[in-house]
């Protein structure tokens, strides 16, 4: 069972910076990537109001927690997730948003997106949960092994696919997504605040070493050297909202089912009611047992 989370991850920090080995890769404008993925019908107003009145009529908000099952084709070995009040609470009163709820809608995007299509040869996930600056600055080698571990139940990764990880800089703080193509050494770096990944060396560091050691188990050559990309994203306007950007980077992505992740160019009107709407009610409307089960 993964460790429930969202209490010992870290606060936002590190300086802006923008140095000559970052790229800012301009391109197309993102197609509506509504018209290819779940929704619910109605005004946001409509629906917030009927997720409102379904968590109320929850006891899951009278202190009953629910599992949710995830089989090992989300994170490459089988877990369950533990949701209860304060996780309803991070989606209702918009705030930073924990482990629990961000490993909840990658299982959901897997489960309606993914699942028994080519999409699960192209995109995977990283759990948040193993992977942060927390156990990096205990224990980094175990956490390059962690990362070593999930390339290798992916297969070969001869053929250009994604892994998607979700950062979280620890202490409950900023999230970011990074996503890895293993076999173009190439590393996107998504963040809806300013800088790269040069505020945090230490997973730069152990994600180039568990690239580097996978290509090495595999007999791969490395005929060059791990490319870095600061794409660019939409950015928030508060302090709290990371999480819903990184949710939403990963969902467009599949949707769209871009490895190209730099000829994309979102459109920067994400605002937290959109984001908060589409993921709250994809993931509680059309799960209900998460709640009432």
């Given at each position: 069972?993964?460790?429930k989370a969202g209490k010992d991850i870290p606060?936002?920090?590190?300086?802006?910076?923008?140095?000559?080995?970052?790229?800012?890769?301009?391109?197309?404008?993102?197609?509506?990537?509504?018209?290819?993925?779940?929704?619910?019908?109605?005004?946001?107003?409509?629906?917030?109001?009927?997720?409102?009145?379904?968590?109320e009529e929850s006891d899951i908000m009278h202190g009953a927690i629910r599992s949710v099952d995830m089989d090992e084709g989300v994170f490459g070995i089988a877990h369950s997730e533990l949701i209860a009040k304060e996780d309803m609470q991070q989606l209702f009163e918009h705030e930073e948003l924990g482990i629990a709820v961000i490993h909840t809608y990658i299982w959901y995007m897997y489960d309606t997106?993914?699942?028994g299509t080519e999409l699960c040869n192209r995109f995977n996930f990283i759990a948040a949960s193993r992977i942060n600056t927390t156990f990096i600055t205990k224990n980094p080698t175990s956490v390059m092994n962690e990362l070593l571990d999930r390339f290798m139940v992916a297969g070969d990764n001869t053929t250009p696919s994604l892994y998607f990880l979700p950062f979280n800089s620890g202490n409950g703080g900023h999230w970011v997504l990074v996503a890895m193509d293993?076999?173009?050494?190439?590393?996107?770096?998504?963040?809806?605040?300013?800088?790269?990944?040069?505020?945090?060396?230490?997973?730069k560091k152990t994600v180039d070493a568990a690239i580097l050691k996978f290509r090495s188990k595999k007999n791969y050559r490395n005929r060059k050297d791990i490319t870095w990309v600061r794409v660019q994203c939409p950015q928030q306007n508060n302090s709290i909202d990371c999480g819903f950007f990184v949710l939403r980077f990963m969902r467009d992505i599949i949707a769209l089912n871009r490895i190209d992740i730099p000829k994309m160019v979102w459109n920067n009107?994400?605002?937290?009611i959109l984001i908060l709407s589409d993921i709250s009610s994809n993931l509680l409307l059309n799960h209900e047992y998460v709640l009432f089960s």
């Open positions: 069972m993964l460790k606060t936002k920090s590190g300086t802006k910076t923008n140095p000559k080995s970052q790229k800012e890769v301009p391109g197309q404008m993102l197609d509506k990537a509504s018209k290819e993925i779940p929704t619910t019908s109605g005004t946001k107003s409509q629906i917030m109001m009927r997720l409102e009145k379904m968590v997106l993914m699942r293993l076999s173009r050494l190439m590393v996107y770096y998504l963040d809806s605040l300013p800088g790269n990944w040069s505020k945090y060396p230490s997973m009107n994400l605002g937290f």
